[in-house]
């Protein structure tokens, strides 16, 4: 399929983003290997987009450090619900052991016994 140069134009952007479907790209390749035109706007337009834009160095580093913070919140949380649960599980179910090495009973939290 051979395309105009005006609609090469119109697609360069994406392809030098490869933000253009797979189809596309080949439309755009073909083309460039027979238009030097359109492979000199395509090389002015990939010189004229920053690489990065400006002030992405700030927002990149708030991420990392949002990114630890929720790390550090989660690793908190189990390691407090770890602490409840074994606190309420040392705290409601103690046994007592006579003789030793063998259960003689275990007491829940009302002194009524489990086994």
Known sequence: MNLSCDVIRDLLPLYADRAASADTAA?????LASCPACREELGRLGAALPAEPEGAE???RFKRRWRRRQVLIAVTAV???AAVAAGIFL??????AWPPGRWRSLWNCSGQ???
Do not use: D, K
Not at 27 to 31: D, K, T, Y
């Open 58 to 60: 700030p927002l990149r």
């Open 79 to 81: 390691v407090a619900t």
């Open 27 to 31: 439309l755009v390749e073909e083309h």
């Open 91 to 96: 705290t409601c179910f103690r046994a007592a």
């Open 113 to 115: 016994a489990l086994v």
